[in-house]
């Protein structure tokens, strides 16, 4: 309960968060989108299209 | 969350590496030895004996098949893992700084200090993997001269030929090793030393650590920064940790400076910032000195620190270290 009290109070600062951690995880797609592209432009293999003969170094 | 002491040093520690699967951790120290430990029980595996200086960097590849090393004794070293054998000694006119192998263990780059008549240099060797690992070629694949600020920290980026840099000035650029031209820069990334670079998983972003009290969140594409996270000391690690949203920070100021500085700066505590808020989470205690490298575990399973003090310490996380979610049910992207 007082948990909850709490977070009524800090309401804006919990929207606050969402949004930043919504920036931040639309940034990371971008990044990783834009690094498949690059590698796939490269003829590199992309993390997710392993190919039987040969497999990728997770890292 | 105990740690396990980590004693084999007799000077300060310079750099700390978690090998890729993290069940090995490497430290160089300036009492010229590199020593490797189990990263689950802190029981030493072995030492690198041969540098007669100062081993100021260590890097090793993703297989732990080779370790490379830089010293104040200006030569840098290839070294067999599992033996302990050096396999090969490049030598130069200044010490070696900062060593980094690229993702696909081909290549490894390094920073070369400026000193007495002589540039800093940043040469890219090819490393033949082939044999034994002795048959190595002297000359550099690249070599060049970064013009303005020096050079302190170095990285591969994930794009070919392209590494990141960080200067004494506070600069962090781009160069293209193939030409030595500076791509891109930030200026004013720092306002003093950038004493440490840590790549994320993919080397799409960066930490950075420096003296001006700071550490930074870059994008490694425009070098535009994403965060910051403010201190009261001069920092000389910054790590990012995988599987949760934090950066691990660590400095402290210089003991001679201690007596000059307010009581709270002299704190060589191990500092949990939110990746992501910008917010400090935590504080770990332990080192008697500043703490000069932070390393965390691949699987973000444990940290290890390495300070001034000659001291490594090892901390496995605990169960409500992966339970506490003290800022709800946000999933972060790594």
Redesign the interface.
């Known amino acids: 309960e007082d948990a909850a009290e709490e977070s009524n109070v800090s309401a804006e600062l919990?929207a606050h968060?969402?949004r930043?951690?919504d920036e931040?995880?639309a940034?990371?797609?971008h990044?990783?989108k834009?690094?498949a592209d690059?590698k796939r432009t490269?003829g590199q293999k992309v993390n997710g299209e392993l190919h039987e003969e040969e497999k990728e170094?997770i890292? | 969350m105990r740690p396990i002491l980590l004693q084999g040093h007799e000077r300060s520690l310079t750099q700390i590496k978690f090998n890729n699967e993290g069940d090995l951790l490497f430290s160089c120290s300036k009492d010229h030895i590199i020593n490797v430990w189990f990263s689950h029980n802190g029981e030493r595996l072995g030492t690198y004996d041969g540098h007669n200086g100062t081993v100021w960097t260590i890097d090793v590849d993703s297989q732990s098949k080779y370790l490379i090393s830089g010293s104040a004794d200006n030569t840098l070293r290839l070294w067999s893992v599992s033996t302990g054998k050096c396999l090969f000694t490049w030598e130069f006119p200044t010490a070696v700084k900062r060593v980094h192998f690229s993702d696909d263990d081909e290549q490894v780059v390094c920073i070369t200090e400026q000193r007495m008549g002589h540039q800093g240099a940043i040469r890219v060797f090819k490393i033949n993997r082939d044999g034994d690992g002795t048959n190595q070629s002297p000359d550099p694949l690249h070599m060049f001269h970064p013009i303005g600020s020096k050079a302190t920290v170095c990285a591969f980026s994930y794009t070919p030929n392209i590494i990141i840099t960080g200067h004494e000035s506070g600069k962090v650029a781009l160069f293209d090793v193939s030409t030595g031209n500076e791509i891109l820069n930030n200026e004013r990334a720092h306002m003093d030393v950038v004493t440490d670079m840590q790549l994320s998983v993919d080397a799409s972003y960066f930490i950075t650590s420096s003296k001006d009290k700071t550490a930074r969140l870059h994008d490694t594409k425009t070098l535009k920064v994403l965060k910051t996270f403010p201190t009261e000391t001069p920092l000389n690690s910054a790590a990012l940790s995988p599987t949760r949203p934090y950066v691990l920070l660590g400095g402290g100021q210089e003991a001679m400076q201690v007596t000059t500085t307010s009581l709270r700066q002299g704190k060589f505590e191990t500092r949990f910032w939110h990746k992501v808020f910008e917010e400090e989470v935590g504080r770990v205690k332990g080192h008697f000195g500043p703490i000069n490298t932070i390393a965390v575990h691949p699987a973000g399973t444990c940290y290890a620190s390495g300070g001034e003090d000659g001291f490594v310490r090892v901390h496995h996380f605990d169960d409500t270290y992966y339970r506490a979610k003290p800022y709800g049910d946000l999933e972060i992207d790594d």
Do not use: H, M, P, S
């Open positions: 919990i968060r969402k930043l951690v931040w995880n940034w990371r797609a990044c990783k834009a690094i690059e490269r170094e890292e």
